[in-house]
């Protein structure tokens, strides 16, 4: 079992609509980043937290720690937002030092 | 400011043969940090670098697999005898500093392809 999972794997929406990606960790995490990879590679950090909710722009990303739970939302989604949305966390405690990545969320908004 | 830069964008190889892909990190960052991501999935950590020292190479999957950062700045990371296995997209990332609680920047990867 991944210790990081995401759902759904893949989202189609229409322009306006509003986006929930979800992710679920079963380990101890010091820190969640919500990134953004567009295809060609590159990836772009969109969120880090560790408690509570951050707001940037029309993104919201949000974590539960007591559930091990997080979700990003997308207001007013527009086709630019497509992209494959990658949750990964740090794990407290030991072991590697790098990140722990989902599989991905592929987004597609259709105008 | 520049971000942190990977070469080459593109590598196609015969396999067998060794090949050398480049990190440079954002200027004064300590941490950092090679992936793998194979197609459709997500990264996998290969290994981690606090200046020049390879504080975790856990994640390399073989002893093909050699990374190193002599001077702190700069890594390059060296797959030996390549294997059709090795295709993948290889990321970098660098942070701050690994007290700062700072998000770590990606290159753009390296696309390596094994015929």
């Known amino acids: 079992k991944n210790e990081v999972e995401q759902s759904p794997q893949n989202l189609t929406a229409q322009e306006g609509e509003f986006i929930t990606i979800n992710c679920s960790y079963s380990v101890g995490i010091s820190a969640l980043h919500w990134l953004q990879q567009h295809p060609g590679g590159g990836i772009v950090s969109l969120f880090m937290l560790s408690s509570g909710k951050k707001k940037h722009g029309r993104l919201i990303a949000t974590i539960n720690i007591q559930e091990k739970h997080s979700s990003l939302h997308i207001t007013a989604s527009h086709p630019r937002d497509s992209a494959v949305y990658i949750c990964?966390?740090?794990?407290?405690?030991?072991?590697?030092?790098?990140?722990?990545f989902g599989k991905g969320t592929h987004l597609i908004i259709q105008p | 400011g520049a971000g942190v830069s990977q070469s080459p964008r593109y590598k196609v190889a015969k396999r067998g043969q060794d090949v050398a892909l480049r990190c440079d990190p954002i200027?004064?960052?300590?941490?950092l940090f090679w992936y793998q991501q194979a197609l459709g999935q997500g990264p996998e950590f290969l290994t981690y670098f606090q200046n020049e020292a390879q504080l975790d190479k856990s994640g390399l999957p073989s002893d093909r697999f050699f990374a190193e950062r002599p001077e702190g700045s700069v890594s390059t990371l060296k797959i030996q005898r390549t294997q059709q296995e090795d295709s993948a997209v290889y990321l970098c990332?660098?942070?701050?500093?690994?007290?700062?609680?700072?998000?770590?920047?990606f290159g753009d990867g390296t696309r390596l392809s094994i015929l």
């Open positions: 990964a966390v740090e794990v407290s405690g030991g072991g590697a030092d790098g990140l722990t």
């Open positions: 990332a660098s942070s701050l500093d690994p007290e700062s609680n700072q998000p770590q920047h």
């Open positions: 200027s004064g960052h300590v941490s």
